[in-house]
């Protein structure tokens, strides 16, 4: 099979990703080997590719949005749920857990200290096949076709994870700052939900996205925006776009922080933009419940998914497009034949 290899951390647009010939990974126990039908491109990939992130053993394939069919089951995978050959499968970014902690015991399984992430510990979808545990890899309906159904996994998931640690409620007053992959979902999330939603982002095609998915307002970072919010979501990983955040946000109202890297935020003025009762909360990961529940929520509203699709050898290429915002909605690389 093919696949495109992360074996030393450098910028992507520089050849950090290494197109190898490998063999079929065969599943261990209480593991499948999944076909990759399609990968989304996320942001994390990029950060991966760069060793933004605490670092992992190289090399590693990076892609965590991996629909997939499940080709072949491991010993021990089996009984009622489990997944069989043929059936159609998502596995995100959480890609196992040690199952006996306090967190993994207490529905927090995300905070899990030896949780490992699927193209960051483990080999992701940037290739023909993968392995995964059985246990975490999610059903998936045949509400959206494979490459609708990718960004479901992360951008999605995790859009739908900082919705609920910003403690939105229906009709509330919310700014989303940053708009991708993510944030294009989480929008049609909250308008579900009959809220009031501004829109910040340094593209102009990004802000006539979040127009046309029904952004009450949209603008540049600098510009004050139409109301005082009461919930703030970053999705953007440039850490002075917090203070933006912070600096629109009412007393009592809370910021929650979407990216998984956040560049170093410049200093605040505490009684300016804290002060009041705010509250900065981050994101980790997910459960698998926050899977679960986000991608029953989204087949029940239809939500749409903008996509730009390329090839598994296009897959550099794709994420410099990323990188420097040119991705309309979110990007997703597409195994051909000759990558199997």
């Given at each position: 099979?093919?696949?495109?290899v992360?074996?030393?951390?450098r ?12 063999a ?7 593991e ?6 399609a ?28 629909v ?26 959480l890609?196992?857990?040690c ?22 510990d ?5 290739a ?18 494979d ?37 294009h ?14 829109v ?40 002075e ?8 946000l ?14 170093p ?10 002060l ?11 459960t ?37 915002g ?12 000759g990558?199997?």
């Open positions: 099979m093919r696949a495109m992360v074996r030393a951390h910028p992507v647009g520089t050849g950090v990703l290494v197109r190898e010939e490998r079929v990974p065969a599943p261990g126990p209480g499948v080997l999944l076909r990759v039908l990968c989304g491109c996320c942001h994390t990939d990029l950060h991966v590719c760069a060793g933004e992130l605490p670092p992992r053993p190289l090399p590693v394939v990076p892609g965590h949005e991996i997939a069919e499940v080709a072949a089951a491991g010993e021990g995978v089996g009984g009622p749920g489990a997944p069989r050959p043929g059936d159609r499968v998502g596995l995100p970014w890609n196992r857990t199952g006996t902690c306090r967190f993994c015991r207490t529905g927090r399984e995300n905070l899990c200290p030896a949780a490992r992430f699927t193209g960051y483990a080999d992701g979808g940037y023909g096949f993968v392995v995964a545990p059985a246990a975490f890899v999610v059903p998936l309906s045949d509400t959206y076709a490459v609708e159904a990718a960004p479901l996994l992360c951008a999605g998931v995790i859009g739908w994870r900082a919705i609920r640690r910003a403690g939105v409620q229906p009709g509330e007053r919310v700014g989303l700052f940053g708009f991708g992959a993510s944030a979902l989480a929008l049609q999330v909250l308008g579900a939900w009959g809220c009031q939603v501004a910040w982002s340094r593209g102009p095609h990004h802000l006539r996205l979040a127009e046309g998915l029904g952004a009450a307002w949209t603008g540049g970072y600098r510009a004050d925006g139409p109301w005082p919010l009461e919930r703030a979501i970053v999705f953007t990983p440039a850490g776009t917090l203070l933006e955040a912070l600096r629109r009412e007393a009592g109202g809370v910021v929650a922080i979407a990216s998984v890297h956040l560049s935020v410049p200093g605040f003025d505490h009684d300016r933009l804290l009041g009762e705010r509250e900065i909360r981050s994101v980790t990961a997910s698998r419940q926050d899977a679960a529940d986000f991608l029953r929520f989204a087949a029940a509203v239809r939500l749409r998914v903008e996509t730009e699709t390329a090839p598994l050898d296009a897959a550099e290429a794709t994420l410099e497009r990323l990188l420097l040119h991705v309309h909605g979110a990007a997703v690389l597409v195994p051909g034949p990558d199997r």
